[in-house]
């Protein structure tokens, strides 16, 4: 069983930018794609952002241009950058990993956008 660890959420303004952190159990170069969902109130959860480990990341239409998802190998973590945040991106974001088929979720963060 693999255990992500998530923090960074909170309340910001819109416009405002905010530095999600997800840390797994095991190394992350033993997961074949890594990446961040997101649950709004009575929505489907979602991908936000998507790294695999060899290969471009990919990133929903609603996000491309000021979400950023990376990884420190170093630090043994995952980010997503979030800027110019506006009231829609209001949601749960999870962090998840994938290694041979079997995807891996963390607990969710809460991020809202409001003013």
């Known amino acids: 069983q693999v255990h992500l660890v998530e923090s960074g959420g909170g309340l910001v303004q819109p416009g405002g930018s905010l530095r999600l952190s997800c840390t797994p159990s095991?190394?992350?170069?033993?997961?074949?794609?890594m990446g961040w969902y997101r649950q709004a109130p009575g929505k489907q959860r979602e991908l936000v952002a998507e790294?695999?480990?060899?290969?471009?990341?990919r990133y929903s239409n609603s996000v491309t241009g000021r979400f950023t998802i990376s990884r420190d190998d170093a630090q043994n973590t995952i980010y997503l950058q979030m800027n110019n945040l506006k009231p829609e991106d209001t949601a749960v974001y999870y962090c998840t990993v994938n290694r041979q088929g079997n995807a891996y979720w963390g607990q969710g963060t809460q991020v809202t956008v409001s003013s």
């Open positions: 790294k695999p480990n060899t290969g471009s990341s």
């Open positions: 095991d190394s992350i170069f033993s997961f074949n794609v």
